[in-house]
């Protein structure tokens, strides 16, 4: 792990536009990056552990962060990915001590990383980061209410032509779009089981959506929005 790297003009852009900085005035921006650092971690590291103490939370820069729980037997739980601008753990501010989740790289991966007491600390001084910090939990919450609504109200298929519907670059006729990621972490960012997301895929071909590895093909948008597949009618 390479600690305390200068931001890159990328990795400077994706941080500011994070909702979590968005519209902050420059005086406290710097002040609350004086209480940050930036690492790069290969795949598969951990970030956090589920019961360790929550010294910090972070901000992904590049790449993706899988956040999941694991049961006594050792099955495991997704709760999400965070993608580049996403915060997590930054709920641990103003609650628990100990991180709730374990947060594992899923490939190459850049963090900004806030210590959390030092955040804290400047979050009593200054309202404007108590503010942005409770909107950032806010906008989590009502993810995760949207994530339990689809889990809840449909289909294994509906969420999979959902998750692609939203991504194809055209509203009608034919598509195409490159996964980001594994497509069994992609199971796990939608609720499902691998094997559970390839018989989605599957049911999929009758409304013409054929997958060759990342890349989906969709031979009509439109199509595909309306049919019986799609929660997006």
Known sequence: MNSNLKLNNRDRAVLLKAPFLAGLSQEILVRLMSAMTVSTLPARKFVAREGEPADAFYCVLSGYVRLFRLSREGREADIMVCAPGDTFAQCLLFGENAYRYNALTA??????????????????????????????????????????????????????????????????????????????????????APEAL??????????GVTVRGRIIQVGDVQALRESDASRTR
């Open 107 to 192: 490939e190459p991966t850049t963090l900004a990383r806030f210590d959390m007491q030092a955040v804290r600390e400047l979050a009593q001084q200054e309202p404007e980061i108590a503010k942005a910090v409770i909107a950032s939990i806010s906008r989590n919450l009502q993810d995760t209410i949207d994530c339990i609504t689809n889990d809840r109200l449909f289909t294994a298929p509906q969420r999979v032509a959902n998750y692609i519907v939203s991504r194809c670059p055209a509203e009608v006729g034919p598509a195409s779009i490159r996964l980001p990621f594994q497509k069994n972490l992609l199971a796990g960012m939608l609720g499902l």
């Open 198 to 207: 390839s018989r989605a895929f599957s049911s999929l071909r009758k409304a």
